[in-house]
C-alpha cells in the first residue's frame, strides 16, 4: 500500500472525527458511511473552490448529479479516529467532472476512490457542456491561484452586488425587516464586495467616513452568504475596509458587532466597548480598533 501525502496530492482537505452513531458493535466504521463524509468533504470542496453549493452552480446555469461512485478499501477507521479527507479534480470532460479522493486516519490509508458529477442544465433538464467559469475555478484552485475576487467602490457601482448578500444574510436569513435594511448611508459608504471569477457576489461590508468625527469612520453591513462562510471572504472584506480607512488618515474605526461575531472582529484587533445592547432585536456590542 503506498503512502499518501495529502498537502502534494491533493489541494483541499477536510477534517472529521468519527461519530458512536457511525461505528458498529466492534467499533469500525460501518462501510455505507465513507459516502456520507465524502459528500461533507466534497461539500466544503465547493465553497473553497469558489462555486458554493447549490448557489454557485445555480449562477451558471446548472447543477451536478452523481454519475459514478468507486470505492477502494484499505483499513478500516474507528470510533474517535480523525479523518484527513484529500478531494482533487482529476480530470474535466465535456460534460463530466472526476474527482479523485482518499481518506487517511494518522497517516493511515483507509479508503481511496474517485466521483464522476455529470454537469446539468436546469433549463432543460439534460448533461450540458461544463462551463468556462467552472473549469476555470477548479483549474485556479488546483494550482492554488486565487478563486476570488474583491472589489471596492461607490453603491452606484457596487449596489447590485451588495443588495444580493445583504438581502440574503438580513433580510432573508436574519429576518431584518427591509425598511431597517437600507438607509441613506449606503449612497455615501465605500463598499467592498467579494465575488468568484463568475461575478457570484459572496460577501459585502461597508465603511462610513461622512457624518463621522474627525479621523474616526464605522464599518458596518458585513455580510457574507452562509454558503460561503468558513473560508476567509469575512476576513477579506473586513481588511479592505480597515486599510481603505488607513488610507484615508482614519484613528479609529468602530462597528456594531452582532454578539455571536464578536471573536471574529477580536482576532482583527477589534476591542469591545460598553455592554451588550440590542439593535433589530438582535444583540449586538460596540467594538473599536485604533489604526
Not at 486516519?105 to 433549463?123: D, K
Request: proline residues 5%; charged residues 20%.
Amino acid at each position: 500500500m503506498r503512502a499518501f501525502f495529502m498537502t502534494t496530492e491533493f489541494p483541499f482537505h477536510h477534517r472529521l472525527r468519527v461519530r458512536w452513531s457511525e461505528v458498529d458493535a466492534q467499533r469500525v466504521v460501518f462501510n455505507g458511511h465513507y459516502l456520507n463524509y465524502l459528500d461533507t468533504a466534497i461539500s466544503d470542496y465547493w465553497r473553497a473552490v469558489g462555486l458554493p453549493y447549490p448557489e454557485g452552480l445555480a449562477h451558471l446555469g446548472g447543477d451536478i448529479f452523481v454519475r459514478r461512485n468507486v470505492l477502494e478499501y484499505h483499513a478500516p477507521a474507528r470510533l474517535d479516529d480523525w479523518l484527513d479527507i484529500g478531494v482533487r479534480c482529476e480530470r474535466i470532460g465535456r460534460s463530466s467532472m472526476t474527482m479523485a479522493w482518499a481518506m487517511l486516519a494518522s497517516g493511515r490509508l483507509l479508503v481511496s476512490g474517485e466521483t464522476v458529477y455529470v454537469f446539468t442544465s436546469l433549463a432543460t433538464g439534460r448533461p450540458a457542456p461544463v462551463p468556462e467559469a467552472l473549469r476555470s475555478q477548479l483549474e485556479r484552485h488546483g494550482l492554488a491561484a486565487p478563486v476570488h475576487a474583491l472589489q471596492c467602490g461607490d453603491w452606484a457601482s457596487l449596489a447590485p452586488s451588495a443588495r444580493a448578500v445583504r438581502t440574503a444574510v438580513f433580510i432573508e436569513e436574519q429576518a431584518i425587516p427591509e425598511s431597517e435594511e437600507w438607509d441613506d448611508d449606503d449612497a455615501q459608504a465605500l463598499h467592498a464586495v467579494v465575488t468568484n471569477l463568475a461575478g457570484l457576489a459572496l460577501a459585502t461590508g461597508r465603511l462610513i467616513t461622512q457624518g463621522m468625527p474627525e479621523g474616526e469612520a464605522k464599518i458596518g453591513r458585513m455580510a457574507v452568504l452562509r454558503s460561503s462562510r468558513g473560508v476567509g471572504l469575512g476576513e477579506q472584506v473586513l481588511q479592505a475596509l480597515i486599510g481603505a480607512a488607513g488610507q484615508q488618515g482614519v484613528q479609529a474605526v468602530t462597528l456594531h458587532a452582532q454578539t455571536s461575531a464578536q471573536a471574529f472582529y477580536q482576532r482583527a484587533g477589534f476591542e469591545p466597548q460598553g455592554p451588550v445592547f440590542d439593535e433589530v432585536g438582535i444583540p449586538h456590542i460596540v467594538m473599536t480598533l485604533r489604526l
